[in-house]
């Protein structure tokens, strides 16, 4: 008896256990969120990562765009986003709700009016019958079901995430929103989408690019504004070449340049030396903005420009002189270093002192303001929903102003938030 009864009590003791772990299990399920990337005319779609067919049962079944809208097979994104659908064929009406029935939206084939918990609402794009496939308007069905829809036209993608929204006041929500307005993490105010890959891309835009946003911090926050004498900057740049081979003609020209007697010191015409960078600290500034070090660039020369208003790493540190600042980066694969120019074409001999102290007495401080809106989770990831506002300096010596709706999505990784996308339109 006593036998029996303790191989009873083993086998209730493991039941109670496998409910408690599959329990778990289906509660950490339950906290998965949905990621959905769709292109437009394009069978191919990815579900948190994962390639899928947008219809497996016709590969001619892809989303297109109608009015100015992006329509996605209804099958699809109610299956993806775990909805329930309800098809009255005599109505040629599709009412979808989620799984709490705390939300219904009804939809009728060809008809601008659409129906959200028995209020109407105008539609730009109607639900359309195609391919006997029903299509519907993915940011209107996406939006009305707690998710966050981005736009990269680039690729003509539609980024779609189910986000849960989060108090304001959360510890985690203050100290990203506090970091950035004292200028220890990135913010993007891009009218459009942009995310680390575009910033990656050195050709993205001559105002683009990751390495440029760390050239502007480098120039005004991490990099003392040492000058050089013609001496010390001939030998610093002759180091510099004297590691490995040349094989860029950028590369080359400075070599020619300098044994060409050109200076680059304080006597420097069309640049000037800011200095030799281990990549290990530009990368240290990379990781701790973008969470991954600084893609490299093999022997390439390009321009570095701080002052656009479309990208930068400070709310509040926009002033007239940054548009005025070029800089050309080298990088030396076998020294693994890169060298920094000043564009004297684009820049008097002050310095950033200089500058700063000249614009602070004669100009009134150029104004912006950040409001938080709204923050989301999504997963590892929160979003902030701001909108800014705010003056700039334009290359006239003008001043202009913009406004806009932004939202900036941070990964966590172990302890620290990380850049990783942006989304907006300006006003």
Same mark, same amino acid.
């Given at each position: 008896?006593?036998?029996?009864?303790?191989?009873?009590?083993?086998?209730?003791?493991? #039941?109670? *256990?496998?409910?408690?772990?599959?329990?778990?299990?289906?509660?950490?399920?339950?906290? /998965?969120?949905?990621?959905?990337?769709? #292109?437009?005319?394009?069978?191919?779609?990815?579900?948190?990562?994962?390639?899928? /067919?947008?219809?497996?049962?016709?590969?001619?079944?892809?989303?297109?765009?109608?009015?100015?809208?992006?329509?996605?097979?209804?099958?699809?994104?109610?299956?993806?986003?775990?909805?329930?659908?309800?098809?009255?064929?005599?109505?040629?009406?599709?009412?979808?709700?989620?799984?709490?029935?705390?939300?219904?939206?009804?939809?009728?084939?060809?008809?601008?009016?659409?129906?959200?918990?028995?209020?109407?609402?105008?539609?730009?794009?109607?639900?359309?019958?195609?391919?006997?496939?029903?299509?519907?308007?993915?940011?209107?069905?996406?939006?009305?079901?707690?998710?966050?829809?981005?736009?990269?036209?680039?690729?003509?993608?539609?980024?779609?995430?189910?986000?849960?929204?989060?108090?304001?006041?959360?510890?985690?929500?203050?100290?990203?929103?506090?970091?950035?307005?004292?200028?220890?993490?990135?913010?993007?105010? &891009?009218?459009?989408?942009?995310?680390?890959?575009?910033?990656?891309?050195?050709?993205?835009?001559?105002?683009?690019?990751?390495?440029?946003?760390? *050239?502007?911090?480098?120039?005004?926050?991490?990099?003392?504004?040492?000058?050089?004498?013609?001496?010390?900057?001939?030998?610093?740049?002759? /180091?510099?070449?004297?590691?490995?081979?040349?094989?860029?003609?950028?590369?080359?020209?400075?070599?020619?340049?300098?044994?060409?007697?050109?200076?680059?010191?304080?006597?420097?015409?069309?640049?000037?030396?800011?200095?030799?960078?281990?990549?290990?600290?530009?990368?240290?500034?990379?990781?701790?903005? #973008?969470?991954?070090?600084?893609?490299?660039?093999?022997?390439?020369?390009?321009?570095?420009?701080?002052?656009?208003?479309?990208?930068?790493?400070?709310?509040?540190?926009?002033?007239?002189?940054?548009?005025?600042?070029?800089?050309?980066?080298?990088?030396?694969?076998?020294?693994?270093?890169?060298?920094?120019?000043?564009?004297?074409?684009?820049?008097?001999?002050?310095?950033?002192?200089?500058?700063?102290?000249? &614009?602070?007495? +004669?100009?009134?401080?150029?104004?912006?303001?950040?409001?938080?809106?709204?923050?989301?989770? +999504?997963?590892?990831?929160?979003?902030?929903?701001?909108?800014?506002?705010?003056?700039?300096?334009?290359?006239?010596?003008?001043?202009? #102003?913009?406004?806009?709706? &932004?939202?900036?999505?941070?990964?966590?990784?172990?302890?620290?938030?990380?850049?990783?996308?942006?989304?907006?339109?300006?006003?």
């Amino acid at each position: 008896m006593i036998k029996h009864n303790s191989i009873s009590v083993i086998f209730i003791s493991a #039941f109670i *256990i496998s409910c408690v772990l599959l329990t778990n299990l289906t509660s950490v399920y339950a906290q /998965q969120d949905t990621s959905l990337d769709i #292109f437009v005319d394009s069978p191919i779609a990815y579900v948190n990562g994962i390639q899928t /067919q947008i219809d497996n049962d016709n590969a001619n079944v892809m989303p297109f765009i109608a009015n100015d809208r992006t329509m996605i097979p209804l099958r699809f994104i109610a299956e993806n986003l775990k909805l329930e659908v309800t098809w009255i064929d005599t109505e040629r009406t599709v009412i979808l709700s989620d799984s709490a029935s705390t939300l219904r939206v009804k939809l009728v084939a060809d008809s601008n009016i659409a129906t959200v918990n028995e209020k109407n609402i105008d539609l730009d794009s109607p639900p359309i019958l195609k391919n006997s496939r029903v299509f519907v308007p993915v940011r209107f069905i996406a939006e009305n079901f707690s998710c966050g829809v981005e736009w990269n036209a680039d690729n003509k993608e539609v980024i779609i995430k189910q986000e849960r929204e989060i108090d304001l006041n959360d510890a985690e929500v203050q100290e990203l929103f506090n970091n950035i307005l004292n200028g220890d993490s990135f913010i993007s105010y &891009y009218d459009g989408y942009a995310d680390v890959n575009l910033f990656d891309t050195t050709n993205f835009s001559w105002m683009g690019g990751r390495i440029r946003e760390l *050239i502007s911090i480098l120039s005004l926050k991490d990099v003392p504004d040492k000058r050089y004498t013609d001496a010390e900057a001939h030998d610093i740049i002759s /180091q510099f070449l004297s590691k490995g081979e040349i094989a860029d003609s950028k590369l080359d020209l400075l070599k020619t340049a300098l044994e060409n007697g050109e200076t680059f010191g304080e006597t420097a015409k069309e640049q000037r030396l800011v200095g030799v960078y281990k990549k290990s600290e530009i990368d240290k500034i990379s990781i701790k903005l #973008f969470g991954s070090p600084l893609p490299k660039v093999e022997s390439v020369a390009f321009p570095i420009a701080y002052g656009s208003f479309f990208f930068y790493n400070r709310v509040n540190t926009l002033e007239r002189f940054p548009v005025t600042l070029s800089y050309t980066s080298y990088y030396n694969e076998a020294s693994e270093e890169y060298l920094f120019m000043t564009d004297l074409s684009m820049l008097s001999e002050w310095s950033m002192e200089d500058y700063l102290e000249y &614009y602070n007495k +004669h100009y009134e401080p150029l104004k912006s303001s950040t409001q938080l809106l709204k923050a989301t989770r +999504h997963n590892d990831e929160i979003s902030l929903y701001a909108y800014h506002e705010g003056e700039f300096g334009e290359y006239s010596g003008g001043t202009g #102003f913009y406004k806009g709706n &932004y939202k900036n999505t941070y990964k966590k990784v172990e302890d620290n938030f990380y850049w990783a996308s942006s989304y907006g339109v300006d006003e």
